[in-house]
Nanobody
Framework: QVRLVESGGGFVQPGGSLRLSCARS????????MGWYRQVQGKERDLVAT???????ISADSVTGRVTISMDNAKTTVTLQLHHLKPEDTAVYYC????????????????WGQGTPVAVPS
């Protein structure tokens, strides 16, 4: 069974930094990307940043310039660092990955972690 296990998060002072890690357990045939989304209660889940195995990254405008995302060579772990945190960064952060289970699987599927809360007081 393929799972994502997140670590990090918690309470962070404004202006501080955050480091979130996510590890994938279980083997897959291919990884398209890994990354992080975040969700505030009552709102949609929004992109924070993602990275492909080739190292191509995308990030939300709200975090551009403050975010670093990396993936290990084994394509099992993705790490997010977010700096200069603001109260509006408060959310539940979800790890995600798009994977192809087997060589002859029809396409990529998205897997999600359970989420880790981050709180930045105002």
């Amino acid at each position: 069974q393929v799972r994502l296990v997140e670590s990090g998060g918690g309470f962070v002072q404004p202006g501080g930094s955050l480091r979130l890690s996510c590890a994938r357990s279980g083997s897959v045939f291919s990884v398209k990307r890994m990354g992080w989304y975040r969700q505030v209660q009552g709102k949609e889940r929004d992109l924070v940043a993602t990275i492909t195995p080739r190292g191509d990254t995308i990030s939300a405008d709200s975090v551009t310039g403050r975010v670093t995302i990396s993936m290990d060579n084994a394509k099992t772990t993705v790490t997010l660092q977010l700096h200069h945190l603001k109260p509006e960064d408060t959310a539940v952060y979800y790890c995600m990955t798009e994977i192809q289970y087997y060589k002859f699987s029809p396409g990529y599927v998205a897997l999600w972690g359970q989420g880790t809360p981050v709180a930045v007081p105002s």
